[in-house]
């Protein structure tokens, strides 16, 4: 074929999610409520859902009067089989289909000493009801909504990790550290939950794909939201871009996973890190 017979295609419509049903747990969080704006900015019908509802509601109301999409605020305890359900229930009756999960919901235990406490002291009990959330609950959301995305042929699950899934934190950077004032580490149950997302990824992507359902893990690196100039400084000497992220640096690869622009990709962790990793 010569280039005068090619017939030119044209790719823009690549990353248009309009008239897409995204659900976004974990969507009033700090990453949660830019996942959700990012993806009512390229069109989709965004589910708002994390554990206050009035907070859910009133997110779903201010992005459906910004960009002009039927947005919805939904309760929901992903640790909670019965919550999952109902929830599953409410978005199939008011949209019909899910075409996005964005798998997002994280907890961080509702007692920062004993999160946060050294690996010789750490409470069995924290530990469990962190990974009810960061692990059960992804696997609750993903057995409801990918159970629907393959009986209605196809959508796209993106799971939210992090660095630390990957490889382990460097302790050094810990040393003088704070987060909104509060001296912080990185727990174990941190890193294994992380890691666990990852490993359910690669599994539920070899479950559906002969029904069109992809599965990817979208990894984030430390994203700067108030941690002190030392713990911003430290972590930036181990990047080679030299800095934290900015949260909107990760909104691409969301819309990118969400679209067709990814229609080939699954199974896939997405490390967005500015360059942690090759170090």
């Not at 959508?155 to 490889?167: C, D, K, R």
């Amino acid at each position: 074929m010569s280039p005068s017979d090619f017939e030119i295609p044209d790719y823009r419509g690549l990353f248009d999610l309009t008239g897409k049903i995204a659900v976004v747990t974990g969507g009033c969080g700090i990453l949660g409520r830019h996942f959700c704006s990012a993806l009512a900015t390229y069109g989709a019908h965004v589910v708002v859902t994390d554990l206050d509802l009035e907070v859910c509601e009133a997110l779903a109301k201010r992005l459906t009067e910004r960009f002009g999409v039927s947005c919805l605020g939904a309760a929901c305890d992903v640790s909670r089989p019965e919550d999952v359900t109902a929830l599953t229930a409410l978005v199939l009756e008011r949209y019909g289909r899910v075409d996005v999960l964005l798998n997002n919901a994280a907890n961080n235990s509702s007692d920062l000493n004993r999160y946060f406490a050294a690996i010789e002291d750490y409470d069995l009990d924290t530990w469990r009801q962190v990974m009810a959330v960061n692990v059960d609950g992804l696997f609750l959301m993903a057995q409801a909504i990918g159970g629907q995305m393959a009986r209605q042929g196809g959508g796209s699950i993106i799971q939210t990790a992090s660095i630390y899934g990957v490889v382990a934190p460097d302790q050094r950077i810990y040393e003088g550290s704070c987060y909104e004032g509060r001296a912080i580490n990185n727990p174990a149950v941190y890193s294994m939950s992380k890691a666990a997302v990852i490993g359910l990824t690669r599994h539920l992507a070899t479950t559906w794909p002969d029904r069109g359902v992809r599965v990817n893990t979208l990894t984030p690196g430390g994203v700067e939201s108030g941690q002190n100039e030392t713990f911003q400084r430290r972590y930036g000497n181990r990047v080679p871009l030299g800095r934290m992220a900015q949260v909107g640096e990760l909104m691409g690869a969301v819309i990118w996973l969400a679209s067709d622009a990814s229609s080939y990709v699954t199974g896939q962790n997405l490390i967005v890190d500015g360059g942690l990793t090759v170090w």
